[in-house]
Structures are given as C-alpha cells and as structure tokens.
C-alpha cells in the first residue's frame, strides 16, 4: 500500500512538472504608420505602437490579401503577472520600392485605415 502512495506522489510530480504553466504569448498591437523620407529604392516607415516592458519586439509578419500588403508587428509577452503601465514605442519598417502603380498598405490588426502609395 505504501508503494502504491509513492508510486501515486512521483507520478502526480512528473505530471505537474509536464504541464507547466507558460506565461509567454505572442501578441500583435495596433499601429500607428507614419511615412518617412528615405532613398529612392525603399519605402519606409516609422511605426509606433504601445508595449509593456514586459514585451520585446519579435519581429514583423507580412502577407498579402485582395491587393494589399498587411503589416504586423510581433510583440512577445514574456511574464505570468506583468502589471508594468504601457509606453510607447517606435519601430523603422522599409520595403523595396515596388513598381509603378498605386500600392496598399494595412498596418496592424485593429487598423482600418489603409495608405495608398502612386508610384509614377
């Protein structure tokens, strides 16, 4: 019977630890797009957003959709119980100058607005 307790404890402790809680999630903020000067061969962009300091910059997430080009910024949340207040942040995007025509660009999951970009 003894044995059996045991048994029961180290099999309770190895499920606990393989279920670990993870307090880490990757979050995708609004932003705000503001075009900048730059060369003739990129279109760039400052990008702003509010973040946490418990966050850090995890990269961009592009795709295209009915002709527009969607910008995301990646932000990983790297805390269980983060209460930090939110500051704002800023973030350089580029990308190559397309070619002639009239481009689209979406910046963020939670903007509607979409900038329109004529290349002659």
Known sequence: MKFNHVLLGIVCLVAAACHKTTC???????????RIEGSADSLRFNLSYYTSRCESFNGYQESDSAGIHVVYIKS???SCDCTDTLQRTERSFAVKTPGPGTHYYKWGPFNGAIDTIVIQ
């Open 76 to 78: 990983l949340f790297q």
């Open 24 to 34: 880490t999630s990757e979050n995708y903020p609004p932003i705000k797009a503001t």
